[in-house]
């Protein structure tokens, strides 16, 4: 079985940072693509939906970003830890919602990929 942990969220100011960090753990082959999400309840333009906010491929050499964090949010990853993170700077209130990390990870030698979820870690951004 795989684990994802986030830890690092928090209260923060608006203009503050945050760092999350992802570790994997437990059985597997390697870790494909990784990713931040997060849900904010009551958020009207997007319901209850989960949005993603920047992914990684394996090599770390690629990323991609939702374009309202653009600029201030960095995903990286340290594939000898295991681990993804996300540097967020410049935080606004809009940013305020539960942040999941989520990874493709290949449990053996197969071209299969099974998708895993982090249990989730509040983020809140106070004006």
């Known amino acids: 079985q795989v684990q994802l942990v986030e830890s690092g969220g928090g209260l923060a100011q608006a203009g503050g940072s945050l760092r999350l960090s992802c570790a994997a753990s437990?059985?597997?082959?390697?870790?494909?693509?990784m990713g931040w999400y997060r849900q904010a309840p009551g958020n009207q333009r997007t319901g209850n939906q989960r949005?993603?906010?920047?992914?990684?491929?394996?090599?770390?050499?690629?990323?991609n970003y939702a374009e309202r964090v653009k600029g201030r949010f960095t995903i990286s990853r340290d594939n000898a830890k295991n681990t993804v993170y996300l540097e967020m700077n410049s935080l606004k209130p809009e940013d305020t919602a539960v942040y999941y990390c989520?990874?493709?990870?290949?449990?053996?030698?197969?071209?299969?990929?099974?998708?895993?979820w982090g249990q989730g870690t509040q983020v809140t951004v106070s004006s």
């Open positions: 437990g059985s597997f082959f390697k870790i494909n693509n």
């Open positions: 989520q990874a493709n990870v290949v449990r053996d030698g197969s071209p299969l990929q099974y998708s895993y």
């Open positions: 949005e993603l906010v920047a992914s990684i491929i394996t090599s770390g050499d690629s990323t």
